[in-house]
């Protein structure tokens, strides 16, 4: 039986969808087109925000952080979360016994559940350069040449958050697979011992076959979060120094509240946006043609 | 040493067991987990063992000391200057009532989406998807002009307003996709019952459907909870502040010290853990709920 009449139950989340975020969104994009410092007019300029946009070396230096964070919070987690989820699940419970698996599952999702300020705090604690532990720890065995001002150098900043941000990230891969490998029939794993099949072997051809949609799914999601990375940003370096973490929402957001070049800061957020729906649809259809496939 | 002895009868019942038992393999596999386990948790362990020594303890012993005694000075010194007790309710409430919020409208939106399969429901489903994938960026400046304009500016209703939008969004993705399948037997015996679109709702999909928005609560409650940017930019007076707001605008204060600084970390970790070991079961069952089609 067909049912008819249920678009009534639409209405609020309509209204509230149009208000909070249609609204938002159509203003910032007609915003990009125009000079405004947020109080007096708004005058239409066209395209002058995007020209100048593409000749900002400190856009383009923005996004190529972004490349480098994608690295540390969507390929290293993914791939270093596959490998370590499979010897959890395959054979630390086996050999071992599934409460040591889940042991270790959970310590390993503890830094996801800490909130974003705390983990400033945390590490910004850590690497300070005169009392943090990190140098201390290197003070002690030895090492102390390799002391630094982690988050205060340009040549450091950038690393020392992308390292922090695969702390922070590990946790969410290796949650995922597990679950994803809980949907695998052991007489695979049974039939592969059967042909001798060594372990290396039937983690490539057994489990990262199998999980293929945890996969996409755990590296669209990653992806998006290093393009819209911000808190980490905000509570460990502020951008700094001179700009070597910058990245795009906190260019952004420097416009905005800093700057008062908000038809600028629309622009960026613009840009972004676009690329973070355009790499969705990639992925979708990536997704979409690898399942076909199987 | 005490799990290989309590599992030792078990194994020595079957020779192949006894085998894989002897193999040095398993304990170096064994060994090498750990070691990244306390890697992992080192950081937090430091913060904890900090944050309960006294500042000439820390400084006679430095950050990887343990504390000859505790010291719960600096913990309390910080949660009275920030006035800690007042941002935990702020965070609390607005966390709860987004996730009271969010997930009745996520009820609506789903019912209407999946069971009533209203006209362009795809299209309706894509615009729940984008506004999902939406950077936070590109909505912030309007919503903050808005909200001054309509006298919301630094309060907590506009942060509800919001993030139960923003939370609905994946919300009414998850839930339609779980009210598609939803066993219509159930629904044309309501149906024959007489009850109302409404009273199926209430009394029919809602209950059926209860572990999958004890889920999205949990979620919603926990997202909300840990949000940083738009709290940044919409809860500027003190009163106002949430937890990570509070913490994160309080990084670089000249005025703290190392082991002050630790405990500000710890009563920030705890409320975090506090909810981790709550919702535990809920939400290994939920993170993956995005995965299972």
């Given at each position: 039986m067909r049912r008819k009449g249920?678009?009534?139950?639409?209405i609020p989340g309509v209204l509230a969808s149009v208000l909070v975020i249609v609204v938002p969104l159509v203003m910032t994009v007609y915003t990009s087109f125009t000079k405004w410092n947020g109080v007096g007019e708004q005058r239409w300029i066209g395209f002058d925000n995007y020209t100048r946009l593409f000749d900002d070396s400190l856009f383009w230096s923005s996004f190529g952080n972004i490349v480098l964070l994608i690295l540390a919070m969507a390929v290293v987690p993914t791939l270093l979360g596959l490998f370590l989820a499979a010897v959890l699940f395959d054979y630390v419970a086996k050999k071992f016994s599934s409460r040591w698996a889940s042991l270790f599952r959970s310590g390993f999702y503890l830094p996801q559940v800490i909130p974003v300020a705390v983990t400033g705090i945390v590490w910004g604690w850590i690497l300070?350069?005169?009392?943090g532990a990190l140098n201390r720890i290197l003070d002690t065995i030895g090492l102390g040449s390799l002391a630094h001002n982690w988050l205060g150098e340009p040549g450091s900043a950038l690393y020392s958050v992308m390292g922090i941000m695969i702390w922070v990230q590990l946790g969410y891969p290796i949650v995922m697979f597990m679950a994803g490998l809980q949907r695998v029939d052991p007489e695979l794993y049974e039939a592969a011992d059967l042909d001798g099949a060594t372990w290396w072997q039937r983690f490539r051809k057994i489990t990262v076959y199998l999980i293929r949609p945890e996969f996409y799914v755990v590296l669209v999601t990653t992806t998006i979060a290093a393009l819209k990375i911000f808190g980490p940003i905000f509570v460990l370096t502020?951008?700094?120094?001179?700009?070597?973490?910058?990245?795009p929402s906190y260019f952004a957001y420097k416009n905005f509240f800093e700057k008062a070049q908000v038809g600028y800061g629309s622009a960026i957020s613009t840009v972004l946006t676009v690329l973070i729906i355009a790499l969705s649809i990639v992925f979708l259809r990536l997704q979409n043609r690898a399942e076909r496939k199987a | 040493m005490t799990l290989t002895a309590n599992r030792a009868p078990a194994e020595q019942r079957t020779p192949a067991k006894a085998e894989k038992r002897a193999n040095p393999l398993r304990f170096v596999i064994l060994a090498a987990l750990l070691a990244l386990l306390l890697i992992v948790i080192a950081p937090l362990l430091i913060i904890a063992i900090n944050a309960v020594k006294s500042p000439a303890d820390y400084a006679s012993g430095g950050p990887l000391s343990l504390p000859p005694r505790l010291y719960w000075d600096g913990i309390v010194d910080f949660w009275n200057r920030v006035d800690f007790g007042m941002k935990l309710w702020n965070s609390f409430i607005t966390s709860f009532t987004v996730a009271v919020l969010g997930v009745l409208l996520s009820i609506l939106n789903a019912y209407a989406?999946?069971?009533?399969?209203?006209?362009g429901r795809v299209w309706f489903l894509v615009f729940f998807l984008v506004a999902n994938l939406l950077p936070q960026e590109v909505l912030v400046y309007p919503l903050y002009f808005l909200s001054k304009e309509a006298g919301l500016y630094d309060s907590l209703i506009s942060i509800v307003i919001i993030f139960t939008v923003i939370q609905a969004a994946f919300g009414t993705y998850l839930l339609t996709s779980v009210y598609q399948e939803f066993p219509t037997e159930l629904l044309d015996a309501a149906d024959v019952d007489g009850a109302g679109k409404l009273r199926t709702l209430w009394s029919v999909v809602v209950p059926v459907s209860r572990p999958t928005l004890g889920v999205l609560f949990t979620f919603f409650f926990i997202w909300t909870w840990n949000e940083f940017f738009l709290p940044l930019v919409f809860l500027v007076s003190n009163d106002n502040q949430t937890v990570p707001v509070a913490l994160g605008v309080l990084q670089?204060?000249?005025?703290?010290d190392a082991t002050m600084t630790s405990a500000s970390g710890l009563i920030g970790i705890l409320p975090a853990m506090l909810f981790f070991l709550i919702f535990q079961r809920t939400l290994t069952r939920g993170i993956t709920a995005g995965a299972i089609k």
């Open positions: 249920y678009w009534p139950f639409l300070h350069p005169e009392y502020g951008g700094g120094p001179s700009n070597a973490t910058l990245v | 989406l999946g069971i009533g399969k209203v006209k670089g204060d000249r005025l703290m």
